[in-house]
RNA sequence: GAUUCGUUAGCUCAGCUGGUAGAGCAUCUGCCUUUUAAGCAGAGGGUCCCGGGUUCGAGCCCCGGACGAAUCACCA
């Protein structure tokens, strides 16, 4: 392994500490007894306590100034001032611990426990007066270095590619970051919480399914060995939470991380977070109720306000929201009434539009398109867009007022769907025949067209009580709470590409081939970065350059002999 | 999958029309007992993403590839 300066120095002062007798990764707790957001939130208002106080934590920065020295601790609360005074640290005569272990082993990144008092500083710094520091982690790789002053950040941290690959380095150096996932399971509590004092159930069900049921979505395929059977991971829930409210459950909810083998973007991760609910004996009126008023609460328990900013939008989730049906929505925003309309007058009008279609396309889809094409991204303001045509809704209670619609909402946010629910369908006959359909769609060449599942059918053919279900998006919910633009932001581990491994040749590779290890350390600096180039080097030339370079670099080590090369060289070919 | 942009020191980034690779922070060596993007003086640190090509000469030009980002396509 090629390292890099600073993490040999670091290398080395690790072994500096052991011979100095100390642990640098000591195995005993560390018993801590406040949090740096703590001290600096509670010492102004009474400069007695803290008197004798234990943290741990992070080193972000030093100021060294000779016999005393100022140091930046992080923990998870937040950052502290640190002051360390070479004759309190060191109360003796030997000096080692203050002007060796601390002024020149210890580094950036290191994690350390110090003991002291908590004092103001004439600058006017709540600071914690050090009297014994204890290593807890030597930090072997130098971390970034951010600097901020007066709320400017100086060379922040913000290759993605790194950021989302290292998300632990991107955690500790950038704070905003932590604040995100906090914020995360904020949300996430609170509609626990919300969903609990209702009285519902929260429940667990497979996420490898030998149907994939539940959406349109194409799933990813494994192989169970004992069973020899395929399976796959849940595009969704539904189905499963279903047989529950069958089972004689009122209302089960779930935290889903469902998984979806298509295209990544901004809004799309392969994995990705899903609650879904179910209520018995309610419809898709209540269920908007419902879910209005669980956002509306998430807004206000994160931002003390129902007005959070999502961008250039201040989007405001004070209910009600405001509800309208997909035909009016589309009337509204294009112009065209497309209630009743076939399939030849839906495609003239898309072509009016400008949307391109395909001859796969029925009714229900086509209107769909013209609404994701020209309406969806318009609705900033939390809306329901309400009562999408039958065909595209397979699991749906038909309309009870036009059998060619169902009773399903979504939920847009910021131009972007954000929940989906339906009254459920639970008439066991019409299921079946809606499954017919969308075997002949996937006839068609429909890859999203649902399979159907026999023993959800037998099921409900039991009977299911009259349900309403929801689904909302868990990362596009915390997206729009946190005003992040990326579900990257708020995945601790987004998918990514494989890291490329770098094929890099090393002295080892060299050693590997015979060469003595006093040279294969050289080769690469000598001008020797890899096997081809030797190879094609005249031997002459190869003992030239190499004893070249011990001379410049006055190398305390015998002269290459051209039998040497020609040895190497023997093997190498 | 398409287009555009990017990849240079540990980090953030310069690098002109092709001519021996630069800055700030970080690191190292000194000095400095209340500093705070600490300061002062000095030093070290690079396979310029990878592979070809053009050229006397490539970080820069050409071709191919890897990875990332944005936009689009796909995607309930």
């Given at each position: ?8 120095i ?10 100095l ?5 000591p195995?005993e ?16 208002s ?23 020295s100022?140091?930046e ?10 002051y360390?005074?070479?004759d ?41 007066h ?7 982690t ?9 600097k ?8 922040a ?23 995100t ?8 509590r ?14 667990e ?19 169970h ?11 969704a ?18 935290f ?17 977070t ?22 509306e ?9 129902t007005?959070v ?19 009016d ?21 898309c072509k ?15 209107i ?23 065909e ?21 946010v910021n ?19 809606r ?18 599942d ?13 349900t309403s279900?929801m ?9 729009i709470m ?36 006093e ?6 600096l ?24 011990r ?9 290459v002999?051209?039998?040497?090369i ?8």
């Amino acid at each position: 392994m090629q390292l890099s300066e600073q993490e040999q120095i670091r290398r080395n002062a690790l072994q500096e500490l052991n011979k100095l007798g100390i642990n640098a990764y000591p195995p005993e707790e560390y018993k801590v007894n406040a949090l740096a957001a703590d001290i600096s939130n509670n010492f102004h208002s009474d400069e007695t306590l803290y008197q004798d106080v234990c943290i741990a934590g992070r080193i972000m920065s030093r100021r060294i100034m000779g016999a005393a020295s100022f140091l930046e601790l992080m923990d998870s609360s937040g950052r502290i001032q640190l002051y360390f005074k070479r004759d309190e640290i060191c109360q003796g005569e030997d000096k080692t611990l203050y002007n060796i272990v601390f002024k020149r082993l210890l580094d950036i990144g290191d994690i350390i426990g110090v003991k002291g008092f908590v004092f103001i500083t004439k600058m006017g710094e709540i600071t914690v007066h050090v009297k014994e520091f204890t290593i807890l982690t030597k930090s072997l790789r130098p971390l970034p270095i951010v600097k901020e002053k007066d709320g400017e950040i100086y060379d922040a941290f913000t290759d993605p590619d790194q950021r989302y690959r290292q998300r632990y380095v991107d955690l500790i150096v950038n704070e905003d970051v932590k604040d995100t996932f906090v914020k995360r399971a904020r949300v996430i509590r609170t509609m626990r919480d919300f969903l609990n004092d209702k009285g519902y159930l929260e429940v667990e069900t497979p996420i490898l399914q030998s149907i994939p049921g539940g959406a349109a979505a194409k799933p990813f395929i494994t192989h169970h060995n004992a069973l020899n059977i395929p399976l796959y991971l849940r595009v969704a829930n539904e189905l499963y939470l279903k047989r529950l409210i069958v089972g004689g459950y009122d209302g089960v909810y779930e935290f889903a991380k469902d998984f979806r083998n298509e295209g990544m973007s901004r809004f799309h991760n392969p994995e990705f977070t899903q609650m879904e609910i179910y209520v018995a004996y309610k419809d898709y009126f209540w269920m908007m109720e419902m879910t209005e008023n669980m956002i509306e609460k998430i807004a206000t328990e994160l931002h003390g306000t129902t007005k959070v900013q999502v961008g250039d939008n201040i989007i405001d989730f004070k209910t009600p929201f405001r509800r309208l049906s997909i035909l009016d929505a589309i009337k509204e925003h294009t112009g065209f009434d497309v209630n009743d309309m076939n399939v030849a007058q839906l495609v003239e009008v898309c072509k009016k539009l400008e949307i391109e279609t395909d001859s796969s396309m029925g009714v229900g889809k086509l209107i769909d398109e013209i609404f994701g094409e020209k309406c969806e991204s318009s609705f900033i303001q939390p809306t329901f867009i309400t009562d999408y045509p039958v065909e595209m809704s397979p699991l749906c209670k038909r309309h009870r007022d036009n059998p060619e619609l169902t009773e399903r909402f979504e939920l847009m946010v910021n131009g972007k769907e954000l929940a989906n629910a339906y009254t459920e369908l639970n008439d066991p006959i019409d299921q079946r025949a809606r499954f017919e359909e969308q075997m002949e769609l996937a006839a068609a060449g429909d890859d999203e067209a649902m399979l159907i599942d026999q023993d959800f059918l037998r099921a409900i053919e039991y009977g299911m009580p009259p349900t309403s279900g929801m689904g909302i998006g868990i990362d596009r919910l915390v997206m729009i709470m946190t005003n992040q633009s990326s579900i990257q932001e708020v995945l601790f581990f987004p998918q990514m590409r494989p890291e490329a491994v770098k094929k890099v040749t090393t002295s080892d590779d060299y050693i590997k081939l015979g060469i003595s290890s006093e040279w294969a350390e050289y080769l690469i600096l000598a001008g020797f970065p890899n096997i081809e180039v030797l190879k094609k080097t005249k031997p002459s030339a190869i003992e030239q350059k190499l004893n070249g370079f011990r001379k410049k670099n006055k190398l305390d080590i015998a002269p290459v002999q051209l039998e040497d090369i020609n040895n190497w060289l023997a093997i190498i070919n």
